[in-house]
């Protein structure tokens, strides 16, 4: 019963990282920053997240859950936008935001972990309620966009100062570079971030010390240093939080579910050899 409450929750809180940060257009976000409670694209976007949250629960009979996560969605994003009209530094705000969005999570699924029991272990296939496998293909949401966004807004004060100098010292190449920055850093740091949580869950940490080593080598070779020093706190920012999100991972399987990620990768690698 208690590893059925657990795999509602993580359906729950995948369906919502789908919704916020892989389902929602930059365009929502802008025509809700600028038109607040009349924007279509808010209600659009809480409307989402609504359906997919039922779908992912899995408990038909809970159709309540698509007025609630609907209301609870837009209003805790339009206390968003206000907090980022109040304040400089949006960083608060969108960390904010994430935990009030997880608070009405965890509060539904107490809810429902007491009224929908015995639905609860039948209606879900086992496949979906497999707390690790849940967890594993959590970690890998949260290390891609969502970090991504959380990196992007802490060296926002620093990219806009280093636009400046780039600006000053060569306005013809200075579109370029914000351009190679935005795009293919933003790839790149995919990639890194999708190794190393890897390299961290099947315990390769020399692995990592390698992808450091080669990615620093390449980077000090720009002669300008303000762009390395901007590169590397980048890089360990990415290593920090995905080693972080790692080690939970691991930390959580091994406390709530003693020996079931070591039995899931067993079973991968029986499977892969087959």
């Not at 859950?65 to 837009?74: D, L, M, N, Q, S």
């Not at 579109?175 to 869950?201: Q, S």
């Amino acid at each position: 019963m208690i590893i059925a409450v657990q795999a509602v929750f993580l359906r729950m809180f995948i369906a919502h990282l789908l919704g916020d940060f892989y389902l929602q257009r930059i365009g929502w976000i802008e025509d809700k920053n600028k038109c607040g409670w009349k924007s279509k694209k808010l209600y659009l976007h809480s409307g989402l997240i609504a359906f997919i949250t039922y779908l992912f629960l899995g408990i038909l009979s809970a159709i309540w859950i698509i007025p609630v996560i609907f209301v609870t969605h837009a209003s805790i994003d339009m206390l968003k936008v206000f907090l980022d009209k109040k304040c400089d530094n949006c960083l608060l705000s969108y960390v904010f935001d994430q935990i009030l969005h997880i608070i009405v999570l965890v509060l539904i699924t107490l809810f429902i972990g007491g009224h929908y029991g015995t639905e609860l272990i039948t209606s879900i296939p086992e496949f979906f309620s497999n707390p690790v496998l849940l967890t594993l293909f959590t970690a890998y949401l949260l290390i891609i966009t969502p970090v991504g966004f959380l990196i992007k807004k802490i060296l926002t004060p620093i990219g806009e100062q280093i636009k400046e100098v780039s600006s000053s010292e060569d306005s013809l190449d200075s579109g370029d570079k914000c351009n190679n920055l935005d795009n293919a850093g933003r790839k790149i740091g995919y990639l890194e971030r999708i190794l190393v949580l890897t390299f961290v869950l099947i315990n390769q940490y020399v692995a990592i010390g390698f992808l450091i080593t080669a990615k620093s080598i390449f980077r000090f070779r720009d002669n300008k240093p303000y762009l390395v020093e901007y590169y590397l706190l980048g890089t360990f920012l990415s290593m920090t939080f995905v080693i972080i999100i790692g080690l939970a991972t691991v930390f959580a399987s091994e406390i709530l579910w003693p020996g079931s990620l070591n039995d899931l990768f067993i079973l991968l690698n029986s499977m892969s050899t087959k």
